[in-house]
Every structure is written in structure tokens, then in C-alpha cells.
């Protein structure tokens, strides 16, 4: 079944990175909360700099029964509004496949708790820094990995999926059992993700320093180790190795510095910089309740999440 | 030996409200870092307001090589420059006793690698505010703990401290051996600054909290237990528990801030919002390190530990 109509479900980064690509591809719908925003899209369109460089023009509502009905539902909200889209969507949209790219765990769950999907799980690194409502910029283009969610649909449809976001000039890559890569990224940001909240830090080359007793990669590599743990107790063999994926990051982070550019900021630092409520409780909280289902010991985990928490409280 | 002239070394908040209450014992000289300071303390006397309420003249200077020989020197720098105070001594004051009163361990060696001294150990829980160079205000009125230092000088000598301190309006208690005090605060310091540094929040009762999962009082709960199994391993009965210290302190808190007052900032949050270099290294540092050579597995005090250097590197 093509994929010929796309409804992206919010507009910060990666929504927009999605839906202007997408634009090019598929007649695509972008669902905003503010009316300036939607109004600014549908009247000049959506521009891409950096990686890419064009501007689509796309529709854009902030009304969710002015959504035609369609084949794709690209669920582009933070963790903690997931279940608001849902929602809104309830009923709507009905032919769509829903594909969740959340952070952590658990957003096809709260999107299936307001009726049956056929839902695909994703997950992405993309960056990007949105310079308005209209303009976003595209840094980190990297692979978003998806894959059909418990039984709810197909490879196939992962596949066809897959197609059209490499169609549109983004890169992608469908699996047939996501939970490697998920998992993968799961206890990658449970632990980067964190360690920037708590120290401030972008993710800079401390975050792999192992060499001194104090050194920041330490509990880096701690934390991962327990995050690994609970991946084997649940019968997941990763996708990638997190520490590796830390490493990698850095090193890239460090050549791409020496030319100039800023170090990746973690988008749970960014939101205690704005101090905002970040996403703590659906990627660390996620898996130190897996950890605890699954009877696995994860001290480090529970103890930045309680500091980060905490910290949320601080404001 | 009665005690007649004192030495204070430093001027902040707690140095001043040892030196303007030992005016009215004794002669007392301040040795500060800034001529405006000494000039200030000088021509105006020390004034205290708070829980004491009065002016007292004393001596100031700048220069270590004024000093008279003295009785007794209280050294009360942050311990990042005890060092630094040990230098300007050496060889001087000759005849006094040297009080170290810095949070964490360390300060006595510290002071002892410039030459022999008879050392009495102490810790303070006292808080206040500096107004200005020549006004504090004594908010938290606890007793200095104090003892006689690893066989350098005698349990009576440390008494004669305690009188001369309470003659002058101070809470003071001697102990023959002030190890299992100074390990009680160790153990309250290293948890509860480090858990403030990393949260920004001031010692509020979510320190104590432990109904829920994520509470942070489980952290707070759990870093004191390692602290108090490293105790253990040193031989050392703790004076007070370090997790009672937290309760009671917290309740205390809020009963003060139902009366309008504020929550307790400890030193290393104070440090942290002025993106000062913290005493972590002498406080979590000390005990890490004392864990590591006795072998006792503290991971979370690590972390802390890491979390807290990393965010030293963030400014």
C-alpha cells in the first residue's frame, strides 16, 4: 500500500525535519498547537538549511478534525505529550499507521490506550536547531530505525515506510524486531541524557575519560553496564554496543569542534537549561522500571533519576 | 595554659563569628586575604547580629610576618586553601595550637607538611551571612566539635579550647577522640552537598522523603549507608547517625520556614550557583579515597563525586 498522504503530529525539530522532507514525497500535514504556526507554514512553506536546503510547501492545521484521513501518523511530539496527541487523535485519521520516534520507552502504549493501531516504533538521532516556525536547520543526519510494533503490523509496512523517508532524502533503516536498536538508544540516552542534566555538560569528550578515578566516563560506562544488564535479563541482544555509540559520538563531536561547530547538547540539558520538565520518566524511569521487573539491580540508574527529578523541583 | 592571644586565619563567614565571640576572651588578630578587609575590621571592630549582638574591636592585617606569636590559631579557610594558609604560617605563630575546622578530611596533613604543630581537629555546624567585611550574622548557633589531633597534643588542651570558646558566647564540646564526630559530618557533608550541588535544591525535606520510588530521599538514604560502611571499615563508631542528622535537620527547616525563614543552602550549592571551584574533592574526594583503601565499594559516592568534578568543568 503507498504511503501517499502523511500527517506529522507536532512541529519542533525533528517534526520538522520529518514533514518538510516528507513534503517532497507525499502530500503531508502538519499538526501544530499554535495558529501562528500553522499559519506560517501553510502560507511560506517549510524551510531546510544545513544537510539539506529547500523549502516545502505543506499543509498545516491546528484543528485535528481538519485532518484528512491518511496512510502514515508521524507521532513527532515530546515523550510527555504523547499522550495528548493520542488524544487528539482518538478516532481520527483511521487508515493511518502510527509511528511513535519518543525517546525512552513506552509511546505506543499510551497511543494504543486510545484504540487499536497498527503502530511501527522508531527511533532517531537527527538533530537539528529550529530558527523559527518555518525555518529549521538540519545537523545530525543519521539513520531513523523502525521497525512494526508487537504484531500491530508488518515489516513490509516498516519497509514501505522506510522507502519513503529515503524518497524524501532522509536516512532510514526498517528492522524486523526494532527492540535491538530501541534498546540500544534506550540505555545510550538513559545515561548521556542524564549526565549532561545533572553536570551541565554538553556530550563532550569527558563522557568517555576513563584514565583518572574521578574521570566522568566512569560512571558513563557504569551506568551503561547496568543498562546492559537489564537488556539481557530482557532477552534483547542490542542492536549496537551504547559504550561504543558514546565514544564514536565524542570522537565525532571533537573533529567536528575543531572546525567550529558546537558539542551536541542532550535534549534532557536543553530542557533544564529552559527549565522545563524533561523526559526523564519515560528513558531513565522507563528503564529502571524494566530494571525492576525484571529484578535487575540498577543503583546508578535510580540515582540520577532521583537527582534529575529532583532537580525538576528545583525551580 | 590559658589562652590569651588567638590567631584567626580568614574572614568569612564562619571565621568572623570565631573571631568577633573570641574578642571578648581574649586578644585576637584576623589574618585576610584583602587590605580593605583588615582596614575595615580594624577601624570599625566586628559587629555580629543574629543569634549574638554586639561589636567587637580586634586586630586585622594583611601581612602574616605582623603576627604576633599567639596561643592558639584557628584556621578558617575553605579547605581549598588551607594549603595555601599553611604556607603563610610556617615558621610563624610558633607557640600557638592549630585548629583545623574544614568540612571532609585532609586538613590536618595539610597543615602538618610545613612543619610540626600541635593540631586540634574540629568541625562546625554554625551557618551565618556575611553582610560586609565588618558585619556577620549568626543564623545556625551548633556546637564546634573539637579534639587533639593524632597524638599532637592533649584532650586537655582541646578542653581549654572548648572553655575559652564557650567564655566567649560560642557552643563548644571537646571529645578525646574527634573521629567519630568528624565522620558523622563527613558522612551528612559528602551526602547532603553533593546531592544540593547536583539538584540545586537548598536541604528541604525532599531529602528525607522515601514513600515513592523515585524519591530522592532513597539516594540520600543510600549514600549514607555506604558512608556509614566505610566508617565501619575505619574502625570508627559513628558520634551521631548522619541519616537522623538529615531528618532532624530537615524537620527543623521546615518548622523555621513556616516561620518565614529560608532552607539551608549547603556550601557546595552555594559554590555551584557562583560557579565557584567546590570543596567536593576534600569531602566526597576524602571519603571515596578512604573507601578505596579499605576496600569498601562505594559506587554511588563515586558517582556523585564525578557527576559534581564534571559539573566543576561546565563553567
Known amino acids: 500500500m503507498a504511503i501517499e498522504r502523511v500527517v506529522v503530529v507536532g512541529g519542533g525539530v525533528i517534526g520538522s525535519l520529518y514533514a518538510a522532507h516528507l513534503a517532497r514525497s507525499a502530500e503531508t500535514w502538519v499538526l501544530t498547537r499554535r495558529a501562528a504556526h500553522a499559519e506560517a507554514l501553510a502560507s511560506h512553506g517549510l524551510r531546510v538549511s544545513g544537510k539539506s536546503d529547500f523549502t516545502a510547501p505543506l499543509h498545516a492545521t491546528t484543528d485535528e478534525a481538519a485532518l484528512p484521513d491518511a496512510d502514515l501518523v508521524i507521532l513527532a511530539t515530546k515523550a510527555t505529550d504523547v499522550d495528548g496527541a493520542a488524544t487528539r487523535l482518538a478516532g481520527r485519521v483511521p487508515s493511518a499507521t502510527v509511528m511513535t520516534i519518543q525517546n525512552g520507552l513506552g509511546a505506543e502504549e499510551l497511543v494504543r490506550a486510545h484504540g487499536e493501531r497498527a503502530l511501527v516504533s522508531a527511533v532517531t538521532f537527527m538533530s537539528g536547531v529550529r530558527h523559527s516556525d518555518a525555518h529549521v536547520e538540519y545537523e545530525l543526519d543519521t539513520e531513523t530505525w523502525l521497525g512494526p510494533y508487537a504484531g500491530t503490523t508488518t515489516y513490509e509496512r516498516a519497509r514501505e515506510i522506510e522507502r519513503l523517508l529515503v ?37 563532550v569528550s569527558a563522557f568517555a575519560a576513563v584514565a583518572e578515578p574521578a574521570d566522568l566516563g566512569r560512571l558513563v560506562r557504569d551506568l551503561m553496564d547496568e543498562g546492559k544488564r537489564v537488556a539481557a535479563a530482557a532477552g534483547v541482544e542490542l542492536h549496537e554496543d551504547p559504550w561504543e555509540m558514546n565514544v564514536l559520538a565524542v570522537r565525532r563531536g571533537e573533529t567536528e569542534q575543531a572546525h567550529g561547530a558546537y558539542a551536541h547538547v542532550p535534549s534532557m540539558l536543553e530542557d533544564v537549561n529552559a527549565r522545563r520538565h524533561t523526559e526523564v520518566d519515560f528513558i531513565t524511569g522507563a528503564l529502571v522500571r524494566e530494571a525492576t521487573r525484571l529484578g535487575v539491580p540498577v543503583p546508578l540508574h535510580e540515582a540520577v533519576y532521583r537527582l534529575v527529578r529532583a532537580k525538576e523541583t528545583s525551580w
Open 167 to 203: 524518497a524524501s532524502g532522509l536516512r532510514a533503516r526498517a528492522f524486523p524486531d526494532l527492540r535491538p536498536a530501541q534498546w540500544s538508544k534506550l540505555i545510550f540516552n538513559a545515561t548521556v541524557n542524564t549526565v549532561a542534566a545533572l553536570t551541565g555538560l554538553p556530550h
